[in-house]
C-alpha cells in the first residue's frame, strides 16, 4: 500500500509570490490533515478536510487556503508568501474523521524555503 | 484555544538512562495519540490510549493516560541510540463539527550519548 504523497519535495520562492502543494492520501483515506512545522512553533494544525468539506481551521491568516477533490488529493495554497512562512508543510491522511482518532499517517512533507 | 504542552523540550540522556516526556492539555481529551519523528524524517504513529488511567507498553516504552485524561507520559527504559528523535503527543478533542481533530504538542527532542 502506497505511503502519503507530498510533493513537490522542496520549494523556493519569493516573497510574494503564490504557492500550492499537493498531498496525495493513502488510498481509502478520507481525512487529509495539513500541518506547519517550524525549529521554534512544533507541529501547528493548518487545516482538517473530510470528504470534499473542510472540517477543521487553525489560527492561520487567511492567505493559506485548501482544498480536497473528489479523489481526496488535497492541495494547499499559500499566497503573498512571506519569509516566516519557511518551514516543512506535512500532510497526514487518516482513515477516519469521527471520533475517536485514527491513527494519522504523515507524508514526508514539503520543505518550503521563501527568500 | 485548546494547548498541549509537552515538557522538557529537550533531553540529552547517556545511553542506557532511562527517559521520560509529560503531555499536559488545558481541556479534557478523548484520547491521545503519541508520534515519533527521526531527524530528518516526519511523524510516526506509535500509539493511541484511550481509557482513563490506561497503561500501555511497547518493549522499551511505557505509555500512561492520566485519570483526568488530561495528562500523559512517555517513558522509555534503558535508551538506546535508536531512541534518538523528537517525540509529539496529540490530544484528540471534539469540535463543532461532531468530529474530532488532534492538537500536537510542543515536542520532545531526545538526544543519546553514547
Known amino acids: 500500500k502506497a505511503g502519503v504523497t507530498q510533493t513537490p519535495r522542496y520549494l523556493i520562492k519569493t516573497r510574494g509570490q503564490q504557492v500550492t502543494l499537493s498531498c496525495s492520501p493513502i488510498s481509502g483515506h478520507r481525512s487529509v490533515s495539513w500541518y506547519q512545522q517550524t525549529p521554534g512553533q512544533g507541529l501547528q494544525f493548518l487545516f482538517e478536510y473530510f470528504s470534499e468539506t473542510q472540517r477543521n481551521k487553525g489560527n492561520f491568516p487567511g492567505r493559506f487556503s485548501g482544498r480536497q477533490f473528489s479523489n481526496s488529493r488535497s492541495e494547499m495554497n499559500v499566497s503573498t508568501l512571506e519569509l516566516g512562512d519557511s518551514a516543512l508543510y506535512l500532510c497526514a491522511s487518516s482513515l477516519e474523521a469521527r471520533s475517536p482518532n485514527t491513527e494519522a499517517f504523515f507524508g514526508q512533507g514539503t520543505r518550503l524555503t521563501v527568500v | 484555544g485548546q494547548q498541549v504542552m509537552q515538557i522538557p523540550q529537550y533531553q540529552h540522556v547517556q545511553e542506557g538512562e532511562d527517559f521520560t516526556t509529560y503531555c499536559n492539555s488545558s481541556?479534557?481529551?478523548?484520547?491521545i495519540q503519541w508520534y515519533k519523528q527521526r531527524p530528518g524524517g516526519h511523524p510516526v504513529f506509535l500509539i493511541q490510549l484511550v481509557k482513563s488511567g490506561e497503561v500501555k507498553k511497547q518493549k522499551r516504552l511505557t505509555f500512561q493516560f492520566g485519570e483526568a485524561k488530561k495528562n500523559s507520559s512517555l517513558h522509555i527504559t534503558a535508551t538506546q541510540t535508536t531512541d534518538v528523535g523528537t517525540y509529539f503527543c496529540a490530544g484528540g478533542v471534539g469540535s463543532n463539527f461532531g468530529n474530532e481533530k488532534l492538537t500536537f504538542g510542543t515536542g520532545t527532542r531526545l538526544t543519546i550519548i553514547p
Open positions: 481541556t479534557t481529551l478523548s484520547n
